[in-house]
Nanobody, 117 residues
Framework: QVQLVESGGGLVQAGGSLRLSCAASGNRGRVNVMGWYRQAPGKQRELVADITRGGTINYAESVKGRFTISRDNAKNTVYLEMNSLKPEDTAVYYC???????????WGQGTQVTVSS
C-alpha cells in the first residue's frame, strides 16, 4: 500500500515562505506524477502544482511565479516551495501521487497552511 507523508505546513505571515515535503513509500511500481492540491474551507479541492517523473511541471495560475515544485526521484519525494504567501493561500495542502501501470491517485493526509494578514 502506497503511503504519502507530508510535512512542512504551519502558520506564516503574508509575504512569508513555507516549504512542504511529501515522501512516498510502499510502492511496488515507479512513482509517476507527484503533486499538490489544496482545499480551503467551503471550497473544492484544487490543483496547486504537479510534476511528472520526467520533470514536466504544471502550475495553477494563482500560484505561478510564487510557488516552485520539485522532486527527487531517488527519494520518491516532492517539494513545494511557497513564497510571497497570501491569506488566500490558506488551506489544507494534500500531496498526491500516481504509480505507473496503476489506476487512481494516492493521497496524503494533508497539512495545514495558514497565512495571516
Amino acid at each position: 500500500q502506497v503511503q504519502l507523508v507530508e510535512s512542512g505546513g504551519g502558520l506564516v505571515q503574508a509575504g512569508g515562505s513555507l516549504r512542504l515535503s511529501c515522501a512516498a513509500s510502499g510502492n511496488r511500481g515507479r512513482v509517476n506524477v507527484m503533486g499538490w492540491y489544496r482545499q480551503a474551507p467551503g471550497k473544492q479541492r484544487e490543483l496547486v502544482a504537479d510534476i511528472t517523473r520526467g520533470g514536466t511541471i504544471n502550475y495553477a495560475e494563482s500560484v505561478k511565479g510564487r510557488f516552485t515544485i520539485s522532486r527527487d526521484n531517488a527519494k520518491n519525494t516532492v517539494y513545494l516551495e511557497m513564497n510571497s504567501l497570501k491569506p488566500e493561500d490558506t488551506a489544507v495542502y494534500y500531496c498526491t501521487a500516481t504509480i505507473f501501470w496503476t489506476a487512481g491517485n494516492y493521497w496524503g493526509q494533508g497539512t495545514q497552511v495558514t497565512v495571516s494578514s
